[in-house]
Nanobody, 115 residues
Framework: QVQLVESGGGLVQAGGSLRLACAAS????????MGWYRQAPGKQRELVARITSSGSTNYADSVKGRFTISRDNAKNTVYLQMNDPKPEDTAVYYC?????????WGQGTQVTVSS
């Protein structure tokens, strides 16, 4: 089992910056990849960014060049640096961990971008 706790959400102005953090605990040795997903009202949950255990990253086209995913292995924490956020980035952001069998999810953190 893996437990995920997100932090760092809130209200941010368009063009500002915000950093989300996701602390993992439990069977972290089994994690193959971690990522951030988001879900806006009335929309499906979508991948925002993902980082594998080898350090490979991938991003949704809509956030490329603006968001950066990174990790601190010593702290078992993954970050999402959100630069130049736009109102359309408003959503609940969920941390995800994948161990090749299971998907684990955090409780979600609200990000609201004001114009």
């Amino acid at each position: 089992q893996v437990q995920l706790v997100e932090s760092g959400g809130g209200l941010v102005q368009a063009g500002g910056s915000l950093r989300l953090a996701c602390a993992a605990s439990g069977s972290i040795f089994s994690i193959n990849a971690m990522g951030w997903y988001r879900q806006a009202p009335g929309k499906q949950r979508e991948l925002v960014a993902r980082i594998t255990s080898s350090g490979s990253t991938n991003y949704a086209d809509s956030v490329k060049g603006r968001f950066t995913i990174s990790r601190d292995n010593a702290k078992n924490t993954v970050y999402l640096q959100m630069n130049d956020p736009k109102p359309e980035d408003t959503a609940v952001y969920y941390c995800n961990a994948y161990d090749l069998v299971h998907n684990y999810w955090g409780q979600g953190t609200q990000v609201t971008v004001s114009s």
